[in-house]
T-cell receptor, first 115, second 115 residues
């Protein structure tokens, strides 16, 4: 149990377009979902925390209008990178925490390349 | 807020050697959790262990063992008889209250196990 999926796994888009990444908890309800970003050979940096039915809490330095997060249900959160630029190219990873639990379960990640 | 230091950026060993990955953390919380994750080249994070700050017993799981020293704020990870498949980046991460709260990742240690 406790599987988290992400879609797509890889995406290439042109500069100026928007890209939506989905994060789903397949076999449990996730009250909280987290979005991380990882540049090559670097650590994971938390971008935002989203709770079902409420606005996401963004980390300092993360642009809310650029990285739109929606957590519409207990099993789905989406990250939309709006007006993407080459510097947004990165590995985006989501994770989900159970309603009552002590672990985060990570998705397999989405590699975004903006050309 | 938590802070974590993984001083070893890269480690290279020969198969069957034992290797210890260091993790030193800072926290003002009296109750916290500590995690270790493995990230193989595929990119997906693999959960290894969660440790509650109240539990200072060392833990062994197969070839893996963890040494938690609260007095020195360290949570080191040892792989015994390393194998090529252990090659990955390993992250240590403290958390405020467990998996439902955000994780603060260290910079990671890249382990290469050579045949």
């Amino acid at each position: 149990g406790a599987v988290v999926s992400q879609h797509p796994s890889r995406v290439i888009c042109k500069s100026g377009t928007s890209v939506k990444i989905e994060c789903r908890s397949l076999d449990f309800q996730a009250t909280t979902m987290f979005w991380y970003r990882q540049f090559p050979k670097q650590s994971l940096m938390l971008m935002a925390t989203s709770n079902e039915g409420s606005k996401a809490t963004y980390e300092q330095g993360v642009e809310k209008d650029k990285f739109l997060i929606n957590h519409a249900s207990l099993t789905l959160s989406t990250l939309t990178v709006t007006s993407a630029h080459p510097e947004d190219s990165s590995f985006y990873i989501c994770s989900a925490g159970r309603t009552s639990g002590y672990e985060q379960y990570f998705g397999p990640g989405t590699r975004l390349t903006v050309t | 807020a938590q802070k974590v230091t993984q001083a070893q950026t890269e480690i290279s060993v020969v198969e069957k050697e034992d290797v210890t990955l260091d993790c030193v953390y800072e926290t003002r919380d009296t109750t916290y959790y500590l995690f270790w994750y493995k990230q193989p080249p595929s990119g997906e994070l693999v959960f290894l262990i969660r440790r509650n700050s109240f539990d200072e017993q060392n833990e062994i799981s197969g070839r893996y063992s963890w040494n938690f020293q609260k007095s020195t704020s360290s949570f080191n990870f040892t792989i015994t008889a390393s194998q090529v498949v252990d090659s990955a980046v390993y992250f240590c991460a403290p958390s405020d209250r467990g998996g439902s709260e955000k994780l603060v990742f260290g910079k990671g240690t890249k382990l290469t196990v050579n045949p």
